[in-house]
């Protein structure tokens, strides 16, 4: 029992020590000297050391990263509060901006509204500032949008937008215009002088849906191998003898594999008469006699024909 009443008094003994810490700890926090300094004082001294500085930077940066709020507010908030200069802080959008354009299509705060981003389905999109345009399609890769109607009323504003860009942002600069008006000739050639000066790609939709799956492929094949979009041509036979055949004008890929079933070979087809080649299906007089005068023509009829004029004026 004595064992028992001596071990309750050793917890209570701690517990009013542990009391006394908690107080003293809250009490150095309300402005209590600690070393002769206050809380606040340390802490003021504290902010000023670079070690500070660098942890808030590097939790900005994070910020921008994930887009807080989707318009930066809280970044430009987090950069005042930390001191970072607004050059220091548009260098941390734009390196985070070019990053998430690897993967996705950034978005200009100013075109969260844009009547496109309804059409936009295929690939993913992400609001972030940090950039002059209106878009980023990939690290290098900038679109600007432009309405012809909005054109129409605000003449100056595309020339302004592009004044602030420089000349080596980007590698690959559009200028997608949306065609809305009913006749948009005389606009598309002012904004065609344009582009030759700035250095851009116009390109020109008539719907809001056309404009954006122009987004969808240049964010999609942004990157790519030039071979992606090329037309890979089949090796086989047929496919070789109905490019051949097709090269003669007006004849068809149809008239082509028709020929082909008809006489098996190129070198039968070379050998047939015109009227052979018109009795087939689908050829007709004008086709047969292009195809005819191919296969029999002789190549140097134009020098012959020269020939023939320089030995008349020797006469």
């Known amino acids: ?23 003293r700890a809250a009490a150095g926090h309300g402005g209590a000297q600690v070393g002769g300094k206050s809380f606040a004082e340390s802490f003021e001294f504290l902010r000023g050391t670079d070690t500070y500085v660098a942890a808030e930077r590097e939790s900005l940066e994070q910020q921008v990263q994930e887009n807080v709020d989707g318009n930066g507010s809280a970044v430009k908030e987090g950069a005042s509060a930390s001191g970072m200069s607004h050059g220091e802080l548009a260098l941390v959008e734009a390196k985070a ?8 299509l950034v978005i ?34 900038c679109v600007f949008f432009l309405s012809l109607q909005f054109h129409l009323l605000n003449k100056g504003y595309i020339y302004e937008r592009l004044k602030k860009l420089a000349p080596t ?28 000066l ?30 992606a979009i090329i037309p890979h041509s089949e090796p086989d036979y047929l496919s070789t003898l109905s490019a051949a055949l097709t090269s003669v004008r007006p004849v068809n890929k149809s008239n082509a594999l028709m020929l082909a079933s008809r006489f098996g070979t190129l070198a039968a087809i070379v050998k047939a ?30 020098q012959a024909k020269s020939v023939g004029k320089a030995h008349s004026v020797a006469k």
């Open 97 to 104: 901006a070019r990053d998430k354009a690897k993967t996705a």
């Open 169 to 196: 942002d980007y590698k690959l600069r559009v200028l997608l215009v949306l065609a809305d008006i009913p006749d948009p000739v005389q606009s598309l050639t002012e904004l065609t002088k344009l582009c030759i």
């Open 108 to 141: 200009h705060p100013a075109q969260r509204r844009n009547p496109v981003l309804k059409w936009v389905r295929h690939v993913l999109k992400q609001v972030m500032p940090g950039f002059e345009a209106d878009f980023l399609c990939g690290a290098h890769s």
């Open 198 to 227: 700035a250095n851009l790609t116009l390109i020109c939709a008539s719907t809001y849906g056309e404009a954006a799956r122009y987004l969808e492929t240049f964010r999609a094949l942004d990157e790519k191998n030039p071979t």
């Open 273 to 302: 008469s015109e009227r052979d080649l018109r009795s087939q299906p689908g050829m007709g007089a004008v086709k047969a006699k292009r195809l005819f005068e191919a296969f029999n023509a002789p190549l140097k009829k134009r």
């Open 1 to 23: 029992m004595q064992a028992r009443a001596d071990s309750r008094r050793e917890e209570r003994d701690v517990g009013a020590e542990t009391s006394d810490a908690g107080a």
